[in-house]
Each structure stands twice: as C-alpha cells, then as structure tokens.
C-alpha cells in the first residue's frame, strides 16, 4: 500500500481490524474512522468468534452463511449482513471521490461485497487469507468493479504455517466485469 496515494482508512469496530488499521493510519498520518457496518456477520454470538474458532457450531453457521442470499433461501440475518455491507461500501465511495479509501474490515465484508457485485448468489464464494488485499472500483457515477480478490503478495515473507494455494477467480463462470465503468 505504500506506492498508493490514499485518502482515507475506515475500519470495522472490532478488535482485530482495528489492530490492523491502527498502524496504517498512522504510518500514512491519516485519521481513522470506525464505521459499524464494516463489522463481520453475526448469527447470534455475543462476539465476533472467526469461523475456525466456532467447534461444533460451525457447521450449523457455514451452512446459513452458504444458503444462496437470491431466491429467499438465506437467513435474513445473512440478507441483512449483505446489504449493510453494500451500503458501507457504496457509502466509503461517496464520501471519497477520486480518491483511494481503504477498508479494513472482515473476510465475511469481503466476500458480501464480491459476491454481490459479480451477481453470486451465495455469500461466501472466496476462501480469502487475513490482511489480504481486495481492490473494488466505484466509478463517478457509482458503478462498482472488482478489480482484485485476494491480494497477498505482501504476505509472502512471513510463515503462518500454511500457504494459501486457492486462485479466488477460479470459481466465477468468466472474469468480465459485472457493471461497465464510466472512465
């Protein structure tokens, strides 16, 4: 990120994206802000518990999460989750027009917002690594493009103990862009 001229650094108001955001801000002497609608899908926990974390509950979660949002066989809760994630988004592009803004959030935001722009119907599509990188272009006139998914190359240098292999656009059907941009 240090070769982007960035304009502004939201951050879900959870403890982990904060952690991250924190630095970022900092080191680019921009002010952070919190934005509640950048926070993780929750079932019902009284905290955000990651996916890999919830033991026996995680396949009763995985299973609400994956139901497709289209058609009315998702959970409102996931419905719900999908549009405040949209609606952050759409909103971070209209507060900063020619600019780059940068949102820290979680990997359920991530996949809302891919999913929702190239026309998934599930949820989650993506297996995407912590801290990677997801590009979304909001043009002029409030057209959205994914530009990436999954960007890790900043990661390489350091051992979590697993690689990840997964190529996030081997799952979509062709890799066209969804919308046309204005520019």
């Given at each position: 990120?240090?070769?982007?001229?960035?304009?502004?650094?939201?951050?879900?108001?959870?403890?982990?994206?904060?952690?991250?955001?924190?630095?970022?801000?900092?080191?680019?002497?921009?002010?952070l802000t919190v934005d509640?609608?950048?926070?993780?899908?929750?079932?019902?926990?009284?905290?955000?518990?990651?996916?890999?974390?919830?033991?026996?509950?995680?396949?009763?979660?995985?299973?609400?999460?994956?139901?497709?949002?289209?058609?009315?066989?998702?959970?409102?809760?996931?419905?719900?989750?999908?549009?405040?994630?949209?609606?952050?988004?759409?909103?971070?592009?209209?507060?900063?027009p020619n600019t780059t803004?940068?949102?820290?959030?979680?990997?359920?935001?991530?996949?809302?917002?891919?999913?929702?722009?190239?026309g998934i119907s599930e949820?989650?599509?993506?297996?995407?690594?912590?801290?990677?990188?997801?590009?979304?272009?909001?043009?002029?006139?409030?057209?959205?493009?994914?530009?990436?998914?999954?960007?890790?190359?900043?990661?390489?240098?350091?051992?979590?103990?697993?690689?990840?292999?997964?190529?996030?656009?081997?799952?979509?059907?062709?890799?066209?862009?969804?919308?046309?941009?204005?520019?």
């Open positions: 990120l240090s070769v982007e001229s960035v304009g502004a650094v939201y951050t879900s108001p959870l403890l982990r994206a904060r952690q991250t955001a924190e630095p970022i801000s900092s080191s680019l002497g921009i002010e509640n609608d950048l926070s993780e899908l929750n079932l019902g926990q009284n905290h955000y518990v990651p996916v890999e974390e919830l033991g026996p509950d995680a396949a009763e979660v995985l299973r609400q999460i994956r139901a497709p949002v289209a058609g009315g066989g998702a959970n409102p809760l996931v419905t719900a989750f999908r549009h405040r994630a949209i609606s952050a988004i759409d909103r971070i592009g209209r507060d900063n803004a940068l949102a820290v959030c979680h990997i359920g935001v991530v996949n809302a917002v891919v999913t929702a722009i190239l949820l989650v599509a993506f297996e995407l690594d912590y801290t990677s990188v997801t590009r979304i272009h909001i043009s002029e006139v409030g057209m959205r493009s994914v530009r990436s998914v999954n960007e890790a190359l900043h990661l390489r240098c350091l051992d979590f103990g697993r690689a990840s292999t997964v190529d996030p656009l081997s799952t979509l059907p062709n890799r066209q862009e969804t919308q046309p941009e204005d520019r």
